[in-house]
């Protein structure tokens, strides 16, 4: 079956730090790639999407990367900020299926 | 606005009561989905939809229920059979079946049981 590993957290890092969080997946197909956030006490939201091989998402400063000789979607930004403190959680979808595959969700704490 | 409604945002229920949590969506989706989060486990999803009238049980469907009487619409009964309620419940939708299409989650409702 599917599934998605993501690091595991907190990731507490300092304002203007670079980020990375690492997310590797198992997939049968052909899986479209997603990042979520979900702010304290929110529901998640789409933070980027990549939906084929080498294909780059971006948003709000945020970026990742399709890598599927690695099977990785590793989110990345160049400067946090403490508003981007979060849980962020990376998923798979493949076409066909009504189910998408979450990872645990990885907590990020950005001080001042 | 386009986009899912949750209600209550915070529901306490005593042991033993049935307690209904709402979801709306005006996003025109076809496919709706109930997902429970407890801290540190991630998302478990409980039901999902394809379409009105028909729903399939996801990994952690008992002591739950629901229905799709309205495409819009897909409201989860927490039954007095669910032996640890008390957590933090998502809904979601999503348009259909294909690998692109994203998933919309509403605010959510914090259910504690006293």
């Known amino acids: 079956g599917n599934s998605v590993t993501q690091m595991e957290g907190p990731v507490t890092l300092s304002e203007e730090a670079f980020l990375t969080i690492n997310c590797t997946y198992t997939?049968?197909?052909?899986?479209?790639l997603f990042w979520y956030v979900q702010y304290p006490g929110e529901g998640l939201q789409l933070l980027l999407k990549?939906?084929?091989?080498?294909d780059k998402g971006s948003n709000k400063g945020f970026e990742a990367t399709y890598r599927k000789e690695t099977t990785s979607f590793h989110l990345e930004k160049g400067s946090v900020q403490v508003s981007d403190s979060a849980v962020y959680f990376c998923?798979?979808?493949?076409?066909?299926?009504?189910?998408?595959?979450f990872g645990r969700g990885t907590s990020l704490i950005v001080h001042p | 606005d386009g986009g899912i409604t949750q209600s209550p945002k915070y529901l306490f229920r005593k042991e033993g009561q049935n307690v209904t949590l709402s979801c709306e969506q005006n996003?025109?989706?076809?496919?709706m989905y109930w997902y429970r989060q407890d801290p540190g486990q991630g998302l478990r999803l409980i039901y999902y939809?394809?379409?009105?009238?028909?729903?399939q049980k996801g990994d952690i469907a008992e002591g739950y229920s629901v229905s799709r009487e309205k495409k819009e619409s897909f409201p989860l009964t927490v039954t007095s059979a669910q032996k640890n309620p008390t957590a933090f419940y998502l809904c979601?939708?999503?348009?259909?079946?294909?690998?692109?299409?994203?998933?919309?989650f509403g605010p959510g409702t914090r259910l504690t049981v006293l």
């Open positions: 996003l025109n989706h076809d496919a």
């Open positions: 979601a939708s999503s348009s259909g079946w294909r690998s692109t299409d994203t998933q919309y």
């Open positions: 997939a049968t197909g052909y899986p479209s």
């Open positions: 990549a939906t084929k091989a080498d």
């Open positions: 998923a798979l979808r493949e076409g066909g299926s009504y189910i998408p595959t």
């Open positions: 939809s394809q379409i009105v009238n028909d729903f």
